[in-house]
């Protein structure tokens, strides 16, 4: 973790295929920024499961260029169906707060108030023995507002619904999997390839090429809301649900796994 770069990596050979997760919170300029903050990438083996949307070009007024500049681009909160601004008032606006590393997990705690308005906290809990991620949003603001999470899923990645909030990420290219579990059961659901209208479901590998991938979304509305999500990396493992508790200094993730243990972990948010 380099907390004043506003990085975090995690990587995991303990496997038959190298996990690699890559965080960021940080908004350290406006050169050739990103609407990233919150933002995560996800790779096991050679396949990219999460990706973000890369360059595409420099053109300001490119319709396709400010969708890839876009919060919808990356693995990360949209408020009211807008991305926020890219302007130097927002300069130290997005930190990485705390984080920690242990025999069996590793976690990161973000926050940015992009949004006027909005505080936005993500903590990313790494369990290592099932390769489990933990996504856990916190949006808090006075007034209500539509938030959203977004994924955006690689183009060597086939996907699919087993249920009402489970789906399955499979690499075209080796036998990797993984299982998203959405726990927001009062979230609306939306999903884009290559969408024109809205704008949406597209990556930059070439620049000024765009290529169309997979996008899914979940919203809700509301002054103060929560996000969960469970994305299992194990074929066969991993976690069935998780509930958090605690204050404003520390969270108590209470994990239920699939062969029926339970743990718990505690994050320091500061």
Excluded: C, W
């Excluded at 908004?27 to 096991?44: E, R």
């Excluded at 369990?127 to 856990?136: A, M, P, W």
């Excluded at 619904?161 to 959405?182: D, G, P, R, T, V």
């Amino acid at each position: 973790m380099y907390k004043e770069s506003g990085i975090s990596v995690f990587r995991n050979e303990s496997n038959h295929f190298q996990s690699y997760l890559f965080f960021v919170s940080a908004f350290h300029s406006t050169v050739h920024k990103h609407a990233d903050d919150l933002s995560f990438i996800f790779m096991k083996g050679k396949t990219e499961f999460f990706v973000d949307s890369g360059l595409y070009n420099y053109e300001l007024n490119d319709s396709m260029r400010k969708y890839m500049t876009s919060t919808y681009a990356h693995n990360t909160i949209t408020v009211d169906n807008k991305s926020y601004e890219i302007k130097k008032e927002n300069i130290d606006q997005a930190v990485i707060q705390n984080g920690d590393i242990e025999s069996d997990y590793s976690y990161v705690v973000g926050k940015h108030e992009l949004y006027p308005g909005v505080t936005i906290n993500r903590v990313m809990l790494y369990v290592k023995n099932t390769d489990s991620i933990l996504i856990f949003d916190k949006m808090n603001s006075k007034k209500i507002h539509t938030y959203t999470k977004v994924f955006n899923v690689g183009e060597n990645v086939n996907f699919s619904q087993k249920a009402q909030n489970q789906f399955l990420l499979s690499s075209k290219i080796e036998s990797n999997q993984i299982e998203l579990i959405n726990l927001d059961n009062k979230s609306t659901y939306q999903s884009y390839i290559g969408s024109k209208n809205p704008l949406a479901g597209y990556k930059s590998n070439v620049f000024n090429k765009a290529i169309s991938i997979q996008q899914i979304r979940f919203s809700t509305k509301d002054k103060v809301a929560n996000f969960r999500t469970i994305l299992n990396a194990e074929n066969g493992k991993g976690i069935s649900n998780f509930y958090v508790t605690g204050d404003n200094k520390i969270l108590n993730f209470d994990l239920r796994f699939k062969d029926g243990t339970n743990q718990i972990i505690n994050v320091n948010l500061y």
